[in-house]
């Protein structure tokens, strides 16, 4: 079944925010393959973090991830008004399922 | 340049069915797994499957296996995802994506989406 995720948060610009993305022993909990994707309003996502904690090119270092046990979490630090989009946990589950999402957290910039 | 094109919207009866399509460009379209992903109106996204179009493997969903059909053309690099039987509950936006390596790595380029309507 699809991840856990917030189906909210906000703040204000400058601050910090968190999402929480929980699974289960079988997904997030047994394998290091946790991404997030950033998606605006009408537009494709864009993968912001892969392998839990790493960035693509071009993504800016305010935008971090880590896990733990069955538990994975997206900080964004120094928040900006362009942040404010809906974001999707994602993790690889093994060879039946392949992978799950959680069902996205938007984000409001106050 | 990494692209994916996908197919413009549609609007099919119940019943009908489709096939919607994602152009690819700019990579080795034979060796990368393609991936479909569904949103439906207000919701998250939902992993369908993917295709390795050098040999047409393809991996799906337990949710949308026999629902769905992948296939890929290599002549083109183009993948298909087709529906026999839509339903109301087919009406959707559909992405394609490219996948980064193997099938645990993530969707790193994202056609710009397909929205299916399904209506009478």
């Known amino acids: 079944s699809a991840l856990t995720q917030p189906r909210s948060v906000s703040g204000s610009p400058g601050q910090s925010i968190t999402i929480s993305c929980t699974g289960t022993s079988s997904d997030v909990g047994a394998y290091n393959y946790v991404s997030w994707y950033q998606q605006h309003p009408g537009k494709a996502p864009k993968l912001i973090i892969f392998?839990?904690?790493k960035r693509p090119s071009g993504v800016p270092d305010r935008f971090s991830g880590s896990k733990s046990a069955n538990t994975a979490t997206l900080t964004i630090s120094g928040l900006q008004v362009e942040d404010e989009a809906d974001y999707h946990c994602c993790s690889y589950t093994g060879a039946y399922t392949y992978v799950v999402f959680g069902g996205g957290t938007k984000l409001t910039v106050l | 340049e990494v692209q994916l094109v996908q197919s413009g919207a549609e609007v099919i009866k119940p019943g009908e069915s489709l096939k919607i399509s994602c152009k690819t460009s700019?990579?080795?379209?034979?060796?990368?797994?393609i991936g479909w992903v569904r949103q439906m109106p207000g919701k998250g996204l939902e992993w369908m499957g993917v295709i390795f179009p050098d040999d047409s493997d393809t991996r799906y969903n337990p949710s949308f296996q026999g629902q769905v059909t992948i296939s890929a053309d290599k002549s083109v690099n183009t993948a298909y995802l087709q529906w026999s039987n839509l339903k109301a509950s087919d009406t959707a936006m559909y992405f394609c994506?490219?996948?980064?390596?193997?099938?645990?790595?993530?969707?790193?380029?994202w056609g710009q989406g397909t929205l299916v309507t399904v209506s009478s």
């Open positions: 700019g990579f080795s379209f034979t060796s990368f797994w």
């Open positions: 994506a490219r996948l980064d390596g193997t099938l645990y790595t993530p969707l790193v380029d």
């Open positions: 392998d839990v904690n």
